[in-house]
C-alpha cells in the first residue's frame, strides 16, 4: 500500500519548499491523503531549507520524516551528507548532480543522478532545476502522474505565474525523460 | 466543496475570518507566525483590524478591551507567550467575555525549543492564571478538524459567554493538508447586550469588571461561573472513541499525537494485537465518561503524549483505578514513533 | 427659580472611598463635567487602572472596563479600536502608569492610539498603604522608603511628561495640579483640550495631574496641598510639554 515519504532539501531558493508542495498538491489532486511540513524557525537560518511530504492510501500520522524516508531529493551537498542516511533500504534518492559532485555511498537504494541545473539553464533559466528534479521523480516512482502535478503548478504558483508555465511544462518533460 | 492546500497557521487565519472575527492582536512567536502575518494580509481586506502588540502581555488585555466592546476578536501565541497571557485570561473568563485565543504549542520549559509539544496541556485545561476559572480547550488533530474548531470556538464563546482555547502543536501550525471550508452548526447566540459601547443615553452604564470586595459578591460570581462550567461539561464534552470494542489495550491522545497512535492500531491489528483510542477533542471538558465506559477485555490503558505526563493526570482521575493507566512520552520537541508506542504497548501487555 | 449650580451628570450619585482630602474626587469631577459639556457622555468608555481609584467605574455614569494593573491603555487600544467613533479613556495612578504599565503606555502613546489618558501622579502607592512609587520623590518617605527615597539605591523619580514630550506619537501632553482653585481650573481646560484632541482625530493626548494623598503623606488635608505646591511642583513643572497642533 502506498506510503511515500519523501524529504526535500537544499538551500535557500532552490524551490525545495515548492517541489514538496507541488508533489502534495498533485497527490490531493489524485484523491490521495497528503501532508506537507516545512522546516522552521531556526532550523532555517544559513541558508539550508527542507521540507518532508508524506503521500499515503491510509490516512497519515505524523506528517514527519525522520529516518523512514522513501525518497530523499536533494539539491546541495549538505543536504545529500544530512539526509542521505534517512533513506530506508530500497528507497530512492535522487542527486542533483549539477552542484553536487559525490557519489552516495549508500548500496541497498536507487540512486539517480540529475543534472538538474545545467538541464534547466540549457531551457532557458536555472530557477527551474527544481522542476527537472521533479519531472525525473515522477518518471522514477509513479506516486502521482505528471498530469496532476501540471495542475499542480498553476494552483501553487497561481495565475499570475502562467506566462512561465510553458518554461515550468519544459523542464518538467526533461526530468522525466531523463529517468523514463 | 474544494479542497484546498493549507497551512495550519493559515488555516486558523482563514476560519477565523469566515467565523467572523474582525480583530487580532497579537505578539510574534515561533511556531505561529504565519497566523499574524495572515491576519496582517486579509483582515483590512475584510474591513478589520490587525495590531501588532508590544507584547504577549499587552495583546491579551487588547483582546479583553475588544471582547468587552461586544466584537469577535482572537489572539493567538505559543507556549512562552501564552504563559504571558495568563494574567488577561483570568480577567477575561472573569468578565465572562468570548474570544478565541490560539495557542501552537512549542517544548518548555523555559524558552524550550520551537518543535512541537503538548507540554501546555496544565496551562490549558487548569486555568493557568489565578482563581478557579476555566477555558474551553479544543484539540484538533488535523487541519480540517483545525478549521472547524476555530469557526466554531467563536460561536461557544458567545454562546456561553467564556474564553475558548484552541490548542495545537507546531506540527499542526506548520504543517500544509487538504481543507475544505464548511458550514458549522449554528447556535442562536444572545445578543450582547452587556457590551461597553457607550450608554448612548438610553440605558445604564455597562461595566465590564472583575473587582469585588466583598466576599459575598466574589463567591456569587465564583458560584455563577461553575454553574456555567457544569453546562458546558454537559454539553460540550467531546471525543473520538476508535476500535474500542474487544480492545485489550486502550491508548489515549489528543491532537497529532491521536494520530501516531492510530497507526500503531493497525500495525498491533496485524500481528493479533486489539488496540483501541479515546481521542479527547475537547481538553476541557475532559471526557470522562469515556474513560468510565471501557469494555471487559481493557486491561490497561497508555496514554501517549508530547509531554512529560500531563493529560495522564486527568485519565487517572476518569478511570478511578478500575484499570492500570500507564504513561509513554517523548517530549522537547521530539515526537513518539509508531514503533515506540508499538513496543511500549506490547511490554505493557507482556507479549 | 433658576439653577446655578448641578452636579455633573457624569457622575453617578455613589459615595465614594476615597479618603478626606484626597483630590481623586476633584479630577473625577473635571473629567465628568468636560465629558458632559462636550456633549460626549453617550458616547464615552472608560478604564479604570488598579490603584485607588480601581472602582472609578461606580463613579462615572459612563460604560466602563476596569482592567489588570498597568493595562489600561492596551484595554482602552482594544475599545477604540473596535468603536474608533467613541470617546476612549484611561483613568491611571502612578504605580499603574509609570510603574508595572510602562510597556502599555509607552506603546500606546508610540501608536498614537486615539485615546486619552488622565494621569494621576500623587507621588505614593495609595490603595496598598503608603509604598514607594517611581514618582515618590527625594527623600520622601514612604512604607518602603522608611528612611525616605535614596536616589542612590531607587533612581530619581521618574518624569512622566517630559518623557512622553519624547516619543513622536503623542498630539497633546500637559502637567496641571489641583492644589488650588487657580490650578483646577486649568486642569479642567488642559483635560477638556486632551479630549477634544481625540474627538479631533489627532491621537494621543495625556494629562498628568499632580495630586495629593493625605493619608499616606501622613499630612492633613490642607498641608497636603502646600506640600504638593512646595515639594511636587518643582520637581514637576506645570504647564504644556507637547502640542502636536491646535486643535479648536
Redesign the interface.
Known sequence: MLNEKIICAGFGGQGVMSMGMLITYAGMLEGKQVSWLPSYGVEMRGGTANCNVIVAEDAIGAPTVSNDATTAMVMNLPSLKKFENDLLKGGKLFINSSLIDVKSSREDIDVYYIPANEIAVSIGSGKVANLVMLGAYVAATNVVSIDSVKKALRKVFGASKEKMMPLNEAALQRGCDLVG | ME?V?MKGNEAIGAAAIKAGCR?F?GYPI??QNEVPEYMAKELPKHGG?F?Q???E???I???????????R?MTSSSSPGLALKQ??LT?IAACELPCLVVNVVRGGPGLGG?QPAQSDYYQATRGGGNGDYKLIVLAPASLQELTDMVQEAFDLADYYRNPVMVLAD??IG?????VAFGEIPQRTLPEKNWA???????RV???????FLAPEELEALNIRLQAKYQTIKANETRCEIYQLEDAEIVFTAYG?TA??????I?VLKAEGIKAGLIRPMTLWPFPEAAYQALPETVKCILSVEMSCGQMVDDVRLAVESKVPVAFYGRSGGM?P??DDIVAEAKQLLGR | MAIVFEKTKGLSNVETHYCPGCTHGIIHRLVAEVLEEMDVLPKAIGVSPVGCSVLAFKYFNIDFQEAAHGRAPAVATGIKRVHPDKVVFTYQGDGDLASIGTAEIVHAAHRSENITTIFVNNAIYGMTGGQMAPTTLPGQKSTTSPLGRDPKHAGMPLKISEMFATIPGTAYVERVSVHDPVSIRNAKKAIRKAFEYQVAGKGFAMVEVLSTCPTNWGLSPVDSLTWLKDNMIPYYPLGNYKTLEEVK
Not at chain 2, 61 to 71: E, K, L
Not at chain 2, 174 to 178: I, V
Not at chain 2, 205 to 211: A, D, H, R, T
Open positions: 479542497k492546500l480583530y492582536f515561533t511556531p483590524v495590531l502588540a508590544e507584547s502581555v499587552a495583546a488585555n487588547m483582546v479583553y478591551g475588544a471582547a468587552g466592546a461586544g466584537a476578536v494574567e488577561g480577567y520551537i507546531g506540527m506548520q504543517m500544509m493538508e487538504p461597553t459601547t457607550g450608554t448612548d443615553g438610553d452604564p455597562n461595566v465590564i469588571n472583575s473587582l497529532t494520530r501516531i497512535v492510530k497507526n500503531a493497525k515526537i514513533t509508531v
